[in-house]
């Protein structure tokens, strides 16, 4: 498992490994029912503190992406809660490229763009 990090992000460390791995299970490289790292073992992965590491699971726990099992570990599951916060964050993402100069149709083309990488038609 390739984690990228940016140390210099304002976005926390913890963040940023839960934010990658939704992606890696949004694209398919994280099938559901596959195994995760253990904590210690994504903490060593990406050079960071086991807590940090724990925090990043938390969130994907709390969210729907993965379950924790004692005898299994972490394991992506079947399903993501949709949140009223994923929504606000999606309207907030649109409207900062709007602000940025981007049109509607460039919006839209990157939208249809990204969806295309996931497969999603």
């Known amino acids: 498992m390739i984690i990228e990090l940016d140390l210099n992000s304002k ?3 913890y963040e940023q490994i839960a934010n990658e791995i939704v992606i890696m299970i949004s694209k398919g490289k994280l099938k559901i029912g596959e195994s995760l790292p253990s904590v210690r073992n994504l903490a060593d992965i990406c050079d960071i503190n086991p807590m940090t590491a724990n925090k990043a699971y938390k969130i994907l726990q ?6 924790i099992n ?6 992506v599951s079947r399903g993501h809660l949709l949140l009223d916060e994923d929504i ?3 309207k907030l993402s649109i409207s900062k490229l709007f602000l940025s100069g981007m049109d509607k149709k460039e919006i839209l083309d990157m939208i ?10």
């Open 70 to 75: 004692r005898r299994k570990g972490a394991v």
């Open 11 to 13: 976005i926390p460390i």
């Open 62 to 67: 709390n969210e729907g992406y993965i379950e």
């Open 112 to 121: 249809n763009d990204y969806l295309e990488e996931l497969c999603i038609s």
């Open 88 to 90: 606000d964050n999606m």
